[in-house]
């Protein structure tokens, strides 16, 4: 699979932007950009993905470079309750794999 | 409330104990799955289930046992389980087991707390 790498953490002020980044360089033409977060005593949830455009939803932005060698999950005013860790993760679309792999993600801390 | 309910939240078991973790999803779909998160380490997969079927048993020694008796629900059986098994169980479900593309999303549980003494 291939591997993405992003900072262990990062921090934030409340209402302020976050923009989390990650890279993937060995990314390949099938490989979608998916970003999960973990809240403290919970599972993951989805937040956004995108395959080369930027793509926008209720929650967060993302920014995909133009070479898809990295991109950024973009939180436009954070809050208390964005306080998690954030993980990058390429899966291969249509393929056969299943097999999610997390990495360590980014715990981003927001400071009130 | 993401529709993947994993009980109990938290377990307690000795190492001779014998204990199943239930997980039931309410989202219609079609693929089960459960991962482990160990402190301070990612999340690892352990097993997949796609239409009831076992579709990956990623090298989980046999004190783990997996039971999926329906797309609704999946078990996992826990004996002689030993100290460095206690972690944060995650049970997820996704449409089908080719998560990806443009729409296909993992829902996770929030877990069970499992600690081995």
């Known amino acids: 699979d291939a591997k993405t790498t992003q900072p262990n953490s990062m921090e934030s002020n409340e209402e302020e932007p976050v923009h989390l980044p990650c890279n993937h360089s060995?990314?390949?033409?099938?490989?979608?950009i998916h970003w999960y977060r973990q809240l403290p005593s919970q599972g993951p949830e989805y937040v956004i993905h995108?395959?080369?455009s930027n793509v926008n939803n209720r929650m967060a932005s993302l920014a995909i470079a133009e070479d898809r060698k990295s991109s950024t999950l973009i939180l436009h005013r954070a809050t208390l309750r964005d306080a998690a860790v954030y993980y990058c993760?390429?899966?291969?679309?249509?393929?056969?794999?299943?097999?999610?792999?997390f990495g360590k993600g980014t715990l981003l801390t927001v400071n009130p | 409330e993401t529709g993947v309910t994993q009980t109990p939240r938290h377990l307690v078991m000795g190492m001779t104990n014998k204990k199943s973790l239930k997980c039931e999803q309410h989202?219609?779909?079609?693929?089960m799955y459960w991962y482990k998160q160990s402190a301070k380490k990612p999340l690892e997969l352990m097993f997949v289930?796609?239409?009831?079927?076992?579709?990956e048993n990623n090298s989980v020694p046999s004190r783990f046992s997996p039971e999926c008796p329906n797309s609704s629900h999946l078990f996992l059986h826990l004996h002689t389980l030993q100290p460095e098994d206690s972690a944060l169980y995650l049970c997820?479900?996704?449409?089908?087991?080719?998560?990806?593309?443009?729409?296909?999303?993992?829902?996770f549980g929030s877990g069970t707390q499992l600690s081995v003494l």
């Open positions: 997820a479900s996704s449409q089908v087991a080719i998560p990806g593309g443009n729409n296909e999303k993992l829902f």
């Open positions: 060995t990314i390949s033409g099938t490989d979608y």
């Open positions: 995108g395959l080369t």
């Open positions: 993760i390429l899966i291969s679309g249509g393929g056969s794999n299943y097999k999610l792999t």
């Open positions: 989202l219609g779909h079609n693929a």
């Open positions: 289930y796609n239409f009831k079927e076992q579709t």
